[in-house]
């Protein structure tokens, strides 16, 4: 019997532990929190809410996010984590993990986040190349990313590093950079967040004065399918890709970016189209059928279609698209129609987000 997917009940704890802003950042806007910070009562309202709604056998995890929850005294992070410590004693919860920075990270207290039933930590790495990091003020280095990976793997728990490509002064090669660094940190899985523009923070100056230029969606598109293809071949889990879709974010408060509701399909749509022009390339036929899953039809065809139309533009021939239940989500095979010659396009899906 297949496993029962795992869900994580956000916990949102904006902008607590947190030694300075950041020049992208408002994380009260992203998770729609305001300037309160939760209670260890507004957090167990939360969870049990969650739990009521939960399907029986479905595995779910706490998850605290949005502040450097290793940075808050020692007294608050008790505070926060007994509710969930409770649902956790009582098997309704199956774990905890909590997002924080890289430089409030330290062997001791990990060592007891431990004790503490916390099972994952996810670092808010942003990027491992210094200049991006000191120019989006950071306050931390590569090297530090590196020790606190090597402090949370040597302590058994489960690693995620967070990116965002686009950030000031990050060019294509500094992300190739970042991500040849990503490759040697292996992480167990990682998020991606194209950088956006919102109100209220240093970088929207830096836009309406020219200094900063986001990047284009198409631009944050190709970015991402490089992380996610790299990651892919090396087993590295990518869990979201693009910022969660909010009333907050169809607002004024976003000034410009890369942002779109359905970003991560984008990028699959963008991986797949790669991937299939290669194989017509290999095929050199007048006419293909290209065989899929039937889960990911809209992402083989691409939004409006653009898929269909760029590999009818590239000159290969025909393209039809037949869904085959045998196959595996995310695994394409191409075939040419005369002579019957088949080039499998490999797994494209082992990690959806």
Same mark, same amino acid.
């Given at each position: 019997?297949?496993?029962?997917?795992? &869900?994580?009940?956000?916990?949102?704890?904006?902008?607590?532990? $947190?030694?300075?802003?950041?020049?992208?950042?408002?994380?009260?806007?992203?998770?729609?929190?305001?300037?309160?910070?939760?209670?260890?009562?507004?957090?167990?309202?939360?969870? +049990?809410?969650?739990?009521?709604?939960?399907?029986?056998?479905?595995?779910? +995890?706490?998850?605290?996010?949005?502040?450097?929850?290793?940075?808050?005294?020692?007294?608050?992070?008790?505070?926060?984590?007994?509710?969930?410590? *409770?649902?956790?004693?009582?098997?309704?919860?199956?774990?905890?993990?909590?997002?924080?920075?890289?430089?409030?990270? #330290? #062997?001791?207290?990990?060592?007891?986040?431990?004790?503490?039933?916390?099972?994952?930590? #996810? !670092?808010?790495?942003?990027?491992? $190349?210094?200049?991006?990091?000191?120019?989006?003020?950071?306050?931390?280095?590569?090297?530090?990313?590196?020790?606190?990976?090597?402090?949370?793997?040597?302590?058994? !728990?489960?690693?995620?590093?967070?990116?965002?490509?686009?950030?000031?002064?990050?060019? %294509?090669?500094?992300?190739?950079?970042?991500?040849? %660094? @990503?490759?040697?940190?292996?992480?167990?899985?990682?998020?991606?967040?194209?950088?956006?523009?919102?109100?209220?923070?240093?970088?929207?100056?830096?836009?309406?004065?020219?200094?900063?230029?986001?990047?284009?969606?198409?631009?944050?598109? #190709?970015?991402?399918?490089?992380?996610?293809?790299?990651?892919?071949?090396?087993?590295?889990?990518?869990?979201?890709?693009?910022?969660?879709?909010?009333?907050?974010? *169809?607002?004024?408060?976003? @000034?410009?970016?890369?942002?779109?509701?359905?970003?991560?399909?984008?990028?699959?749509?963008?991986?797949?189209?790669?991937?299939?022009?290669?194989?017509?390339?290999?095929?050199?036929?007048?006419? /293909?059928?290209?065989?899929? *899953?039937?889960?990911?039809?809209?992402?083989?065809?691409?939004?409006?279609?653009?898929?269909?139309?760029?590999?009818?533009?590239?000159?290969?021939?025909?393209?039809?698209?037949?869904?085959?239940?045998?196959? /595996?989500?995310?695994?394409?095979?191409?075939?040419?129609?005369?002579?019957? %010659? &088949?080039?499998? !396009?490999?797994?494209?899906?082992?990690?959806?987000?």
């Amino acid at each position: 019997m297949k496993e029962p997917r795992k &869900r994580i009940v956000p916990l949102f704890i904006p902008f607590l532990g $947190c030694r300075s802003q950041c020049v992208f950042c408002d994380q009260r806007m992203l998770t729609g929190t305001g300037n309160a910070a939760p209670t260890a009562e507004d957090i167990r309202t939360i969870l +049990e809410k969650a739990l009521a709604l939960q399907p029986a056998g479905q595995k779910v +995890e706490a998850a605290f996010y949005g502040g450097s929850f290793t940075a808050l005294p020692l007294r608050q992070q008790k505070e926060l984590l007994a509710p969930a410590q *409770h649902f956790l004693a009582t098997g309704k919860v199956t774990g905890i993990r909590l997002s924080t920075r890289p430089d409030a990270i #330290e #062997e001791e207290a990990v060592r007891w986040l431990k004790t503490q039933g916390v099972s994952c930590v #996810e !670092l808010g790495a942003q990027s491992l $190349c210094n200049s991006v990091l000191n120019a989006a003020k950071r306050g931390y280095g590569f090297s530090c990313v590196e020790k606190a990976v090597a402090v949370l793997r040597h302590a058994g !728990l489960t690693v995620g590093v967070q990116l965002m490509p686009g950030l000031p002064g990050e060019t %294509r090669l500094l992300w190739q950079k970042t991500l040849q %660094r @990503l490759w040697k940190l292996a992480p167990d899985f990682i998020r991606l967040y194209p950088t956006v523009v919102l109100a209220d923070t240093e970088l929207a100056g830096s836009y309406a004065s020219g200094v900063y230029k986001p990047l284009s969606l198409a631009e944050a598109v #190709e970015r991402t399918a490089w992380a996610l293809a790299g990651c892919q071949q090396r087993g590295i889990g990518v869990i979201r890709m693009g910022l969660q879709d909010s009333e907050e974010l *169809h607002s004024a408060k976003l @000034l410009a970016g890369p942002y779109h509701p359905a970003f991560g399909e984008l990028v699959w749509s963008f991986l797949i189209r790669q991937q299939v022009l290669y194989g017509l390339e290999q095929l050199s036929s007048s006419a /293909c059928r290209l065989f899929y *899953h039937p889960q990911d039809a809209s992402k083989v065809r691409g939004q409006k279609n653009e898929n269909l139309r760029q590999w009818q533009e590239a000159g290969f021939g025909e393209v039809s698209l037949q869904a085959k239940a045998s196959l /595996c989500p995310g695994s394409l095979e191409l075939e040419a129609v005369k002579g019957r %010659r &088949r080039v499998k !396009l490999g797994a494209l899906g082992a990690f959806y987000c």
